[in-house]
């Protein structure tokens, strides 16, 4: 069975970097069977689709986020990781990983999740 | 960006009802489209993918329709699990957006 658990600080103030790690266990972040992604959920509101990694190191953002935000893969780890710089507190969430599933490359969906790391943004 | 609207954002129902949810974008996605079930507190769910292809282990009370840029989620006979919030999301063109969500309420 495919699982994803995130970890990382649990608060980080203003103007700096939010750092979170997507361990995988059951599956391959190396695989190129299925890719990765990040979505957030500020509180009491609706998802936000941040962005996908690749297997060979591609990614696609959300043009929202494009200037402040990096997924990168660590494949000795088996982890992705989301990095988003210049925090402010509309960046506070319950940030979620996922893996992609996906029909030989279409019909893209969140198929397996992480719990999901609620972050806060403030001094 | 595709812009996706859910209607209503909320609906009250019973058990043993049958309820659907809309969603409409704002440009055809032909049937690229997905619903997801989440309750409070967990991470959401994927019900169904390509407007109307269920995922694994998803009951078949859950169905869903539609292509271009009109689509339903339709749950029948409704179970008491079932009272959730829902969303549609877009997988046509990134950034793969969500609706706003609808919440079902007893």
């Known amino acids: 069975q495919v699982q994803l658990q995130e970890s990382g600080p649990g608060l980080v103030k203003p103007s700096e970097t939010l750092s979170l790690t997507c361990t995988v266990s059951?599956?391959?972040?190396?695989?190129?069977?299925?890719?990765w992604g990040w979505i957030r959920q500020p509180p009491g509101k609706g998802l936000e689709w941040i962005g996908y990694i690749y297997y060979n190191g591609g990614n696609n953002y959300s043009p929202s986020l494009k200037s402040r935000v990096t997924i990168s893969i660590d494949a000795s780890k088996n982890q992705f990781s989301l990095n988003l710089n210049s925090v402010t507190a509309a960046d506070t969430a319950v940030y979620f990983c996922a893996r992609v599933g996906d029909d030989y490359g279409d019909y893209a969906r969140f198929d397996f999740w992480g719990q999901g790391i609620p972050v806060t943004v403030s001094s | 960006d595709i812009q996706m609207a859910q209607s209503p954002s909320s609906l009250s129902a019973s058990v043993g009802d049958r309820v659907t949810i809309t969603c409409r974008a704002s440009?055809?996605?032909?049937?690229?489209l997905n619903w997801y079930q989440q309750k409070p507190g967990k991470a959401p769910k994927v019900l169904i993918y390509?407007?109307?292809t269920f995922q694994s282990g998803v009951p078949s009370r859950f169905s869903g329709s539609g292509s271009g840029t009109d689509f339903t989620l339709t749950i029948s006979n409704l179970q008491p699990e079932d009272f959730a919030t829902y969303y549609c999301q877009q997988s046509y063109s990134t950034p793969h957006t969500f609706g706003q969500g609808t919440k079902l309420e007893i």
């Open positions: 059951g599956d391959s972040v190396s695989s190129d069977s299925h890719y």
């Open positions: 390509a407007a109307s």
């Open positions: 440009q055809s996605i032909r049937n690229y």
